[in-house]
């Protein structure tokens, strides 16, 4: 079986693995295949990580929304499945403005770079193994599920399960198991949010119905 965390120097810090991938960008534009291609097939959950940047920060890029979280959801899926993903080529060959990605990429990393100090292998019941490697893939699929609802309007909706996929890419990549159940919390959180979202909403619609009749 494939070992799809697949970074085992845990020296490393995280936000220098993914300077050096926004380094590896050239040309105008940029594609998932693009990306893939300079990571490799055994840094998925690195790009994982790197794919929740632009959820970190209040941009909107065209196309990204889509592009990514379906990437994330496909690849948390094969984590899940410890299979290496398959990803249609309308999301591999999408192509993203790189002068406008690169930026957001970079500043999402100086994000990141404030995590560093604190990661370390610990926790390892969270981190290693194929059964929480599997667990923890089923809950990446559901917090990209989380991220791609359609309620970018909304503050947060998109910060929430984005910096939950973040936590646990790195806490998977870094073996800390203490990031991985931090990941876990922020799901949670997405999940009270949401329906705390949901609750006021159907208050307000209670509320109009009954200044309508």
């Not at 496909?74 to 398959?86: F, G, M, V």
């Not at 406008?100 to 990393?109: A, N, S, T």
């Not at 619609?205 to 009749?213: D, K, P």
Request: with cysteine.
């Amino acid at each position: 079986m494939r070992d799809l965390a697949g970074i085992n120097d845990t020296s490393e810090k995280i936000s220098d693995m993914l300077t050096h991938t926004i380094t590896l960008i050239d040309g105008k534009s940029v594609t998932l295949r693009d990306l893939i291609g300079r990571i490799g097939e055994q840094g998925f959950l690195l790009l994982c990580a790197l794919l929740t940047l632009p959820f970190l920060l209040p941009v909107s890029i065209p196309g990204v929304s889509t592009v990514f979280g379906v990437a994330i959801l496909l690849i948390s899926l094969a984590i899940t499945l410890n299979r290496l993903p398959w990803l249609p080529s309308q999301i591999l060959d999408r192509e993203l403005e790189a002068d406008k990605l690169i930026p957001v990429l970079e500043r999402g990393v100086k994000i990141v770079s404030r995590i560093d100090p604190y990661v370390q292998p610990r926790l390892l019941m969270f981190s290693t193994g194929t059964v929480i490697n599997r667990f923890n893939g089923a809950v990446l699929m559901f917090s990209a599920l989380l991220l791609m609802l359609p309620l970018g309007f909304i503050p947060f909706s998109n910060t929430l399960p984005g910096v939950a996929i973040l936590l646990m890419s790195i806490g998977m990549v870094q073996r800390d198991g203490a990031l991985v159940v931090a990941g876990y919390s922020f799901v949670i959180a997405t999940l009270v949010y949401f329906g705390v979202l949901a609750y006021a909403a159907l208050s307000a619609g209670q509320g109009l119905s009954s200044l309508i009749s």
